[in-house]
């Protein structure tokens, strides 16, 4: 059975994007890298019925002393990781919190480890989860069992800026991309709230699945699944994320033979000649979705 398309919007945003954390979770299957992707409620105002990573915007409380008092890594360290001078080492810092947070609370999976140490395990992650069905705040269940988030367990990976033409909702990010291992004593699963499915996905069956039209993809997750599937397994990925500063992406929308088109850095629409990422330049909206003006079968031929 077929998904349904995105409908383009045609309007411009004047409001800044708003800053946000995305997680790619990883973990080593049978036949190698697996990533979670996650199904958002149809209900949702922001890429309704798609497929996505966990992620969500960035909180002030999430930048709070408290709650950097609670993390693995000094701000200074992660202001360093981020590679992005512009940004301050609390703003930096509160990145990987909100990471953290929205990897807790849209998968169930816990970063942190206990007073004496000890990595979070299903048994304490259960426990968070209790309490923040309860009604606890993020930090309060942090202060309550007494754990530490392990911040340095996120590998920064891309930046994705939203143009201001945003292509599929009326809404701007400035969105921080992060890699992380699912810890192996735990398990994923999605809130049925603001997701209604999750599923463990080689990167290259989820473009095939993209392909068959059984899930959709916005451009974003298009485009780092391309990427991922030339790594074999989760030590590949995020050795290469490691080796290099997270870079940034900034769509920039035009028309091509009538419909809305993207260029991505290295493509002869975008003001940045020097290609950042592997992969196609631009996509182009055909039939409901974004995808190579090749076609989904250029991705293919690109691997």
């Known amino acids: 059975m077929s998904t349904p398309g995105f409908t383009l919007n045609h309007e411009v945003v004047e409001t800044p994007p708003r800053p946000s954390a995305t997680v790619l979770m990883l973990r080593d299957g049978d036949a190698g890298l697996e990533i979670l992707m996650q199904r958002r409620s149809d209900e949702s105002d922001v890429l309704g019925g798609a497929y996505v990573f966990p992620g969500g915007k960035i909180d002030r409380e999430d930048g709070d002393d408290d709650m950097l008092e609670r993390i693995d ?35 169930g999976v816990l970063l942190a480890v206990s007073a004496g140490g000890a990595p979070a395990d299903a048994a304490l992650a259960a426990e968070a989860t209790r309490l923040s069905r309860e009604g606890f705040a993020f930090i309060e ?31 701007r990010f400035d969105s921080r991309f992060f890699l992380a291992r699912v810890p192996h004593d735990q398990v994923a699963r999605h809130d049925d709230r603001e997701a209604t499915d999750s599923v463990w996905l080689a990167p290259r069956r989820a473009l095939e699945r993209f392909a068959e039209r059984k899930i959709m993809l916005a451009a974003p997750q298009l485009m780092s699944l391309f990427e991922l599937s030339a790594h074999p397994n989760v030590d590949a990925a995020i050795g290469s994320a490691a080796l290099r500063w997270p870079r940034r992406i900034d769509p920039m929308p035009f028309e091509h033979d009538g419909t809305r088109a993207v260029a991505y850095p290295g493509d002869p629409r975008h003001a940045e ?20 003006v090749g ?7 690109r691997a």
């Open 73 to 107: 890594r000094s701000a200074a360290e992660l202001q360093s990781a981020l590679g992005d001078p512009a940004l301050d080492a609390r703003a930096a810092a509160a990145c990987f919190v909100a990471a953290a947070r929205e990897t807790f609370e849209e998968a």
């Open 141 to 171: 269940v942090l202060e309550h069992l007494d754990l530490h988030l392990t911040v340095g367990a996120l590998t920064p990976w891309s930046r994705w800026v939203t143009p201001r033409m945003p292509s599929l909702a009326r809404k």
């Open 273 to 292: 000649q020097r290609p950042v990422m592997p992969g196609p330049t631009r996509l182009v909206f055909r039939d409901g979705r974004f995808e190579p």
């Open 295 to 301: 076609g989904v079968q250029e991705l293919f031929s």
